[in-house]
């Protein structure tokens, strides 16, 4: 395999583990971040905190990555959670910018100039593992009570509070979750290119996360996977109109809300139950078609 | 018979307008009241300050012996009281089934932990979430659509699903939010066999908001009857009837 | 103390500016309830408008400024046409809107770096760089006119607002979009004229940003600020954007004199924190109880 394609690959795969957290986020428990590159930026920052200057392990340091950003978004919840939908979203951008803004100015850590000689620890199995891992134990745990606790408060929020769901926890359980898959993100990401820096981490990155679940479909966690390695490939191979891609991406975005607004997938997941399941839908919608077009016209000789 | 619920001196304001006040009421453990009065008289508001949906004002609601004014909303379904909405609140995308479902979440007490790694646990309490909701669908007619996107459901079984999801909670106190609302004749006469139903089979008291009165008058037990977010009468059917404060100010207003 | 003067006037003007892109970002967040992410985009061709009618088609400073507004405030009509209206119509929920509006700003900030490209411009020098004595204090004309026009656009929209047929149809709409409509207002109507006044203040504060700074694809990234000064203020009240603008330049310039300029961007983003810890309603915001 060429060192190109590799690398892409495990970009992707880093990628991947953000993307699906704020899935986690953003179509199951219904929340909207515009910080998440803010949780990526304390992961990667602390990854390399444990690493270079503690010297711990690799594995401590993606641990510690993905639990300060965690302990970081719990503190953000707790402020911010009980807000209308609106306040919260504009919360975690100011989060987001903040954090950035902050390791701009601290120079202990680089400052704006960013952070070389970080150890090239990554590679593309651990991210591959961890890929594995973060699908299985997302895919558990949307399947349990607590997930669907989540979809619940997504779908209508006063119900769900009737029903006996504590609103407030469970949106803070999908909030912490996810940032601590953005901490582990960022660690893999800051050993990949054992180079860091805040501008790495900006709102541009935020909303490149949101954009890929919203294009993988929201609610679905194969559409997550299918849209970070679309959407980090694509603009690879569209090198050539570099410029142009990204007003593209733009006018596809607004696109997809107008014609297509749960995405690619949209709720739908692909396992192979559900491809069964899906073309014995069609089997049979074909058969009662079918079915429909002979009454049709068996109603036609009797109208003659 | 007890009462199981009590509601004294229930009074709530926004801004400076009393939507409910000093209203004293209560439900006999078993029973079926009803609670009826024009638009605006206060009746949804009365069901949101039980569920804890709006702070009170003043005034104190008791259930089963306890205090549980201004509880949280979603403490009093632990509690044993749930509801269901005026304009039908389900999880829309969700399946009938996936809307039972999650309601059973209560009944499960396994751990963020087995949900992510599948424990025996969380298979063996999972399987009896399981055969509780279908256990559910089946005894409120709605088994064979339970894969069924809630959305789509014809109106009158969007009401049916939301009275299961309700009873997914194992609740002693149901409260209706006007649950023949847009029904026809013969739909509204389903439905008051199955409140009636399900108040024998789950062992449990119901609390219903009607417009319909020959509903009201035929299913109730116990009435009370709200104008301008105050008490007008309280009684049975029959009094109810005869009352004249209800005849001149309700039922002869010819609005009904 | 005359320093802590300089620092108060110059704090005024640029949060004069703030307001501008504030009351815009506001007055659509009151009327259709979700955050307009495109209003930066829009601010951003603004002041392309501006510079571009000043050393392309030589205009000189009043038309280039008319044709400035006047163009963003198209702009913005059409943004709401193309990437609102249809989920208005569908009454599609508000995540969808605010994705939109991503979607939007992306493009608007990228088209212009494919066409005209990410170089930084400058203003060509319209108003002279010396300063106007005001007692110890001196002010930069281009200050002070900033001010001037920021003030008289904000008195001009309170009137409108308050005086008008329309304006009261907004407060209307605002304050219940579906009542409104009953009641005869032609909301789709409401919705233009509002974005339509947005994207005209979003064009001045583009305009001046342009001038006090220099033009490039990223400007429109300030308008972070006006959401932080809306919230600050109170979401979706117009005084309290007012408000909150001014005491954000103010406290802006005072942390750049006294402790440092790297800090400016910072304590935005603190008080925005600090607001919605200890009061997220804002200065003027109102606590509001759902109506289940």
Known sequence: MSSYIEGIIMLSGINLIAVLGLSLLTGFAGLFSFGHAGFMAIGAYSAAICTTILKLPFAVGIAAGGATAAGASWLIGRATLKLKGDYFCIATLGFGEAIRLILDNFQGLGGARGWPGIPPSTTIWNILILDVIGVALLANLVRSRHGRNMIAVREEELAAQVAGIDVFKYKMLALVVSAAYAGVAGSLLAHYMTFIQPKMFSMVKSTELTIIVIFGGLGSISGSVLGAVVLTFLPELLRAVDKWRLVVYGLAVIGIMIGRPRGLMGGFELTPASLRRHFADRKEAKAAKAAQVAEDAELGKDGL | ?256 | MAQFLQQMVNGLSIGSVYALMAVGYSLVYSVMNFSNFAHGGVIMFGAYFGFFGITLLKLPFPAAFVLAFVGTAILAVLIERIAYKPLRERKAPFLYFIISAMGASIFLENIIIATIGPTFRTYPDVFGRSSIALGPVAVGRLDLIMFAVSAVCLTGLVLFVEKTRMGRAIQASAYNMKAAALMGVNTDRVVMIVFAIGGMLAGIAGVFFGMKYTVYPQIGNITTKSFVAAVFGGLGSLPGAVLGSILLGIIETLVAGYLSSQFRDLIAFVILIGVLVFRPTGIMGKTTEDKA
């Open chain 2, 1 to 256: 018979m007890s009462d199981i619920l009590q509601v004294r001196g229930l009074t709530k304001r926004f801004g400076g307008l009393a939507a409910v006040s000093e209203v004293d009421f209560s439900v006999r453990e078993g029973g079926i009241a009803g609670l009826i009065g024009p638009n605006g008289a206060g009746k949804t508001t009365i069901f949101n300050l039980i569920t804890g949906v709006y702070k009170v004002t003043a005034g104190a609601v008791t259930f089963e012996g306890k205090d549980i004014t201004d509880t949280e909303p979603y403490k009093i379904a632990d509690i044993g009281i749930t509801r269901t909405f005026q304009n039908i609140r389900l999880f829309k995308n969700l399946t009938v089934f996936d809307n039972v479902l999650t309601a059973c979440h209560a009944s499960a007490g396994y751990g963020l932990f087995d949900s992510l790694v599948r424990t025996p646990r969380f298979r063996r309490e999972e399987k009896v979430l399981r055969d509780k909701s279908i256990e559910l669908l089946s005894i409120l007619g709605l088994a064979d659509r339970k894969d069924a996107i809630a959305n789509g459901l014809p109106y009158g079984l969007q009401r049916r699903l939301e009275i299961t999801r309700a009873l997914a909670l194992d609740p002693r106190l149901l409260l209706l939010d006007e649950p023949a609302a847009g029904m026809n004749p013969d739909e509204t006469e389903q439905l008051m066999r199955l409140i009636a139903d399900i108040r024998d089979r789950f062992k449990l008291s119901v609390l219903v908001i009607e417009h319909h009165m020959d509903l009201v008058m035929r299913l109730c037990e116990h009435i009370v009857v709200l104008n301008f977010g105050q008490k007008l009468a309280d009684g049975t059917p029959d009094a109810i009837r005869g009352d004249k404060c209800v005849i001149e100010a309700y039922l002869g207003g010819g609005d009904e």
